[in-house]
Nanobody
Framework: QVQLVESGGGLVQAEGSLRLSCAASGRTCSSYIMGWFRQAPGKERDFVAAISRSSGRTAYADSVKGRFTISRDTAKNTAYLQMNSLKPEDTAVYYC????????????????WGQGTQVTVSS
């Protein structure tokens, strides 16, 4: 069992940056694939980024490639999503997720989810 708590969301102007954090408690997050998803009002929850247990592999949605970077700090039991060059279309609730397994997973089949953090990008 693992509990996930996101932080770092907020209001930012277009082209600005934010760093989201996902603090894991309970079982160490090094046992899990970590992922970030987002959900805009009236839309489905979409994949954003994922990182493997060893940090050796990452995956990104095409819409965020080159702008977002996922990372993890095993010692701090925390995953991060660095978001640069933000656009109004990035506005959404961002969710951290954890999944037992190997590699990277882009589908929303994760076992554990955080409560979400709002990111709003103004034009």
């Amino acid at each position: 069992q693992v509990q996930l708590v996101e932080s770092g969301g907020g209001l930012v102007q277009a082209e600005g940056s934010l760093r989201l954090s996902c603090a894991a408690s309970g079982r160490t997050c090094s046992s899990y694939i970590m992922g970030w998803f987002r959900q805009a009002p009236g839309k489905e929850r979409d994949f954003v980024a994922a990182i493997s247990r060893s940090s050796g592999r990452t995956a990104y949605a095409d819409s965020v490639k080159g702008r977002f970077t996922i990372s993890r700090d095993t010692a701090k039991n925390t995953a991060y999503l660095q978001m640069n060059s933000l656009k109004p279309e990035d506005t959404a609730v961002y969710y951290c997720a954890a999944k037992l397994g190997s590699g990277v997973v882009t589908l929303p089949t994760y076992h554990y989810w955080g409560q979400g953090t709002q990111v709003t990008v103004s034009s």
